[in-house]
């Protein structure tokens, strides 16, 4: 691959209250406090000249600059040499269990200490807020410096003098530091105390939550990565789980395709929580189910494609004219106008995604008194729209067409309710969900040309499309069968690019034809590839396809296939769930297994 690709150079901390991103020259390139959804205080990633600034620079240049994180955890460091030493600067959002509960601040700790030498430095801390109209008034105490603006307020606390933040004087590194910024109250402890056992207990958190991970050897190390950033995304006081902590960060340069993705998809959500109970790791999807029962009580019509974390409905898109753009790339949208489509896979989506509550023998005594309520609820959504046109997975925002794959998820919700039914005696549900499951497959059916032995994208059209894979990942398709065999090869002789890279679709949408691939579908592929027996192939793309992540191992929504580059907004869910599944696939194929082997997308086959 040419040296010259573009890639995300940062990473993320966070404690699922909100996500950081750490640029590598230690810059705090974007950070939306209080939650995801609010405006950045930081957000140099978008512009840096109404992005604010926090940053640890040196007196001169940086001579180099490298990330790693901290083995098995969400800390991240980054080393800076510059002319007269270097200097380690470790990241972290603290999280740790704390009388009965997970102890998760609107507080962001640096610790900057000396690795050689006396390395002058220069810490700059200048949050701003609606989305960078409005700077924070700086006022000096005794140990901290408060930020405000009506009723905004952070505050920074250090034992970097504090003048140091009111004049050009360096410091000199001669010991460790602290900077300790919070949202909201002030931090009122001992600081370099405090910060050395949150640290110490943050760090035990993650490994001990990677620890009761149940992770086969198939490359271990970037499928522990993945879910580490996928548990970032879960905004835990809600249950809601985030597409990307970004937005509007486009998919190909000067595509016009940015988009905010700050919210809950119903079906992102069900891939993420598919590849997190292949790991064992069940508490985010019980509190994902929270979240979803409490959309669903106050919403009895439509369920809409996303929602804001705290359950918002009415997430109206609107456009930031003064933000320059990522390397100048506009609009800058907030919001998404996907919150006003008919995606009528999200039903199935939402059945199966929480279908090990109602079907698991360690959770169904938790739920029996709402499966029968919550699965007819679901039926019924299904019936009612199961005839109708809709915008699809990609979110078409100019037609409509009957999806292949929305039928599919139909299918999957009713093959899912069935197992419900027949587990509980629900015999009327039971009927009820076998005339759905037929006349979803009838649907399906009417997609596929017999002539070229493929399922097209939708009844009305003739184009391919990569969610059909997820025929054979879901087994409506055989995997041995003749039928997913020539299916797989027709979409790959048509949408598969270099290096195993996969394209959603070529064909042209509101914006015209797309440039670049879409990172989850070429993951889509390697499961593909190992469902239908050709497990080497799967794992030759599998290994191409780790040349995509930055040097974190961070993967982006979209790749260009041309050089390798990234793109789209970062990191991607999606796409880290994608690696996790296709990696648990060939696992299963390989023959190593995790414990619960059961879980997760193998329970929404046929009957």
């Known amino acids: 691959m040419p040296h010259t690709k573009h890639t995300y150079n940062s990473g993320i901390i966070g404690n699922c209250a909100y996500i950081a991103h750490v640029n590598i020259d230690t810059n705090i390139s974007w950070l939306c406090w209080p939650t995801f959804q609010d405006s950045f205080v930081f957000g140099g990633l978008l512009d840096d000249s109404y992005g604010g600034e926090y940053s640890i620079r040196p007196i001169g240049d940086i001579f180099s600059a490298k990330q790693t994180y901290l083995e098995n955890t969400n800390v991240l460091c980054t080393t800076i040499e510059c002319k007269e030493g270097s200097y380690r600067v470790t990241d972290f959002a603290p999280r740790f269990e704390q009388y009965e509960r997970y102890f998760k601040p609107l507080i962001m700790i640096r610790k900057i200490e000396p690795i050689q030498g006396r390395p002058r430095i220069k ?146 959500s069900f891939y993420v929580l598919t590849a997190l109970s292949h790991i064992g790791h069940f508490e985010e999807m019980e509190k994902y189910a929270s979240f979803i029962a409490n959309i669903t009580q106050t919403d009895s019509g439509r369920l809409q494609p996303l929602y804001g974390i705290l359950g918002k409905s009415d997430l109206v898109e609107s456009q930031v004219d003064h933000l320059h753009g990522y390397l100048g790339n506009t609009p800058i949208r907030i919001g998404n106008q996907a919150h006003e489509h008919i995606q009528n896979d999200v039903y199935g989506q939402a059945l199966i995604a929480l279908l090990p509550l109602f079907t698991d023998q360690r959770f169904m005594y938790q739920n029996k008194g709402i499966s029968k309520e919550w699965t007819n609820y679901i039926l019924t959504k299904i019936e009612a729209t199961i005839d109708e046109k809709d915008a699809g997975i990609w979110e078409f925002r100019n037609f409509q067409q009957r999806h292949c794959y929305s039928n599919l998820f139909q299918w999957a919700g009713a093959t899912a309710a069935i197992k419900i039914a027949r587990q509980n005696g629900f015999e009327e549900m039971e009927q009820k969900a076998l005339l759905l499951q037929k006349k979803a497959s009838a649907y399906i059916e009417s997609c596929y040309d017999q002539g070229r032995g493929v399922y097209t994208n939708s009844t009305e059209s003739t184009h391919l499309d990569a969610s059909t894979l997820q025929l054979i990942l879901m087994g409506y398709l055989d995997p041995a069968s003749e039928r997913a065999r020539q299916h797989l090869s027709q979409l790959e002789s048509e949408l598969k690019g270099r290096q195993g890279l996969f394209y959603r679709y070529l064909h042209k949408d509101d914006f015209g034809k797309p440039k670049s691939t879409f990172l989850v579908c070429a993951f889509w592929y390697v499961e593909a590839l190992a469902c239908v027996g050709r497990l080497e192939e799967a794992q030759e793309v599998f290994q191409q396809l780790m040349s995509f992540g930055n040097h974190l191992m961070l993967f982006s929504e979209d790749v260009n296939e041309e050089d390798g580059s990234q793109w789209g907004n970062f990191p991607q869910a999606y796409s880290h769930v994608g690696l996790m599944n296709a990696a648990y696939r060939i696992a299963i194929k390989l023959d190593q297994p995790t414990f619960f082997e059961n879980a997760g997308m193998h329970a929404y086959t046929k009957e």
């Open 123 to 268: 810490a700059t801390c200048e949050p701003v807020y609606q989305y960078g109209k409005t700077k924070l008034n700086k006022h000096r105490g005794s140990n901290h410096i408060q930020f405000e603006n009506g009723d905004v307020s952070l505050r920074l606390a250090t034992d970097i003098p504090i003048s140091h933040f009111f004049d050009e004087t360096a410091h000199v590194l001669s010991k460790p530091v602290y900077l300790v910024l919070t949202f909201g109250s002030p931090f009122e402890a001992p600081i370099e105390r405090t910060c050395e056992e949150f640290l110490s207990r943050t760090i035990a958190y993650w490994q001990k939550w990677v620890k009761n991970a149940s992770i086969p050897s198939f490359y271990q190390k970037e499928v522990i990565r993945s879910a580490l950033a996928l548990k970032l995304h879960q905004y835990e006081d809600t249950g809601a789980i985030i597409a990307a902590s970004t937005t509007s960060l486009p998919e190909f340069p000067g595509s016009g395709r940015n988009w905010d993705y700050r919210f809950c998809w119903l079906r992102d």
